[in-house]
């Protein structure tokens, strides 16, 4: 059973990110906060619930919660300032935008850097203890594959659509194919036996 609540701080945010792993396409964050009167039995880590469940739990998620916040940030982003920054940067994102600003922040993980002097506690496997960090999580991911889903109709045939992204065989042969887009992270390792690509 998920737990409410980490701190004893009036507004408790959880945040959580979505896309870390993938090849290509953003890394997508949100940050929300919830009403203490707040339940959902189904609600877990996104990561143990199937897509059509994440799906049916996304606009309960969203009319219940007192305030939420996703952020997309580009690969041109992740590249420059590497993916653990940037995964950072995108929940920093939301939080700053939360109305009301949050008093205390529990965010899924064990890195995060301080944003507006908000006191906050990092949580190994948060998504699968605290009811705000995996109701972020769902968000995130629901939102990050409907933004693949989009891109996919410019480049079907890396098939985003599916993968998501995520580096699975069919993904790297339509890379070694095709080559890369604008929405591959140049940052990573496209290809196994990547040196170079030429560009």
Known sequence: MLNLKFSNFEIECGTDE???GCLA???TAAAIILPDDFKLDLLNDS???SEKVRQKLKP???ERAIDFVVTHLEP???DEINILNASIKAMQACIVQLNPLPDYIIVDGNRFKPVKNIPFSTIIKGDSKYMSIAAASVLAKT???AYMEKIHEEFPMYNWKKNKGYPTAEHREAIRKYGIT???R???RLLPEQLKFEL
């Open 60 to 62: 309960l998620i969203k």
């Open 18 to 20: 979505a896309g870390r």
């Open 186 to 188: 140049m940052s990573f």
């Open 25 to 27: 396409g953003p890394v």
């Open 143 to 145: 939102y990050r594959d």
């Open 47 to 49: 990561k143990q619930l």
């Open 76 to 78: 041109k982003i992740i």
């Open 182 to 184: 604008k929405y591959h």
